[in-house]
């Protein structure tokens, strides 16, 4: 099966910008869903982008309001996840989730391989 790894987090400032990648291994025939969630300590596993097999289709959380942009390479067996005017509300652990079947695509459940996380932490 696919193995992803998250990375790309840190800490910003409020207004400023964060680009993680999910770089995935073992059987890659980009024929995946993939998508990002993000937890922070005592809330659920929330849904914030999802890509699908070749790129072309988008969806994102409501609550993102256009500032972030998820992309995929291919080649390279990557997904992106670019967040620009970032909030102190966007503070979590960012997952990378990829599904070979979705329905809908929204929900933790429907996807069967799972990043480690990356932290991101933004202050104000």
């Known amino acids: 099966q696919v193995q992803l790894v998250e990375s790309g987090g840190g800490l910003v400032q409020a207004g400023g910008s964060l680009r993680l990648s999910c770089a995935a291994s073992?059987?890659?025939?980009?024929?995946?869903?993939m998508a990002w969630f993000r937890q922070a300590p005592g809330k659920e596993r929330e849904f914030v982008a999802a890509i699908s097999r070749s790129g072309s289709i988008t969806y994102y959380a409501d609550s993102k309001e256009g500032r972030f942009t998820i992309a995929r390479d291919n080649a390279k067996n990557t997904v992106y996840l670019q967040m620009n005017s970032l909030k102190p509300e966007d503070t979590a652990v960012y997952y990378c989730?990829?599904?070979?079947?979705?329905?809908?695509?929204?929900?933790?459940?429907?996807?069967?391989?799972w990043g480690q996380g990356t932290q991101v932490t933004v202050s104000s």
């Open positions: 989730a990829a599904a070979e079947k979705v329905v809908g695509g929204f929900g933790p459940d429907e996807y069967d391989a």
């Open positions: 073992g059987r890659t025939d980009n024929t995946y869903t």
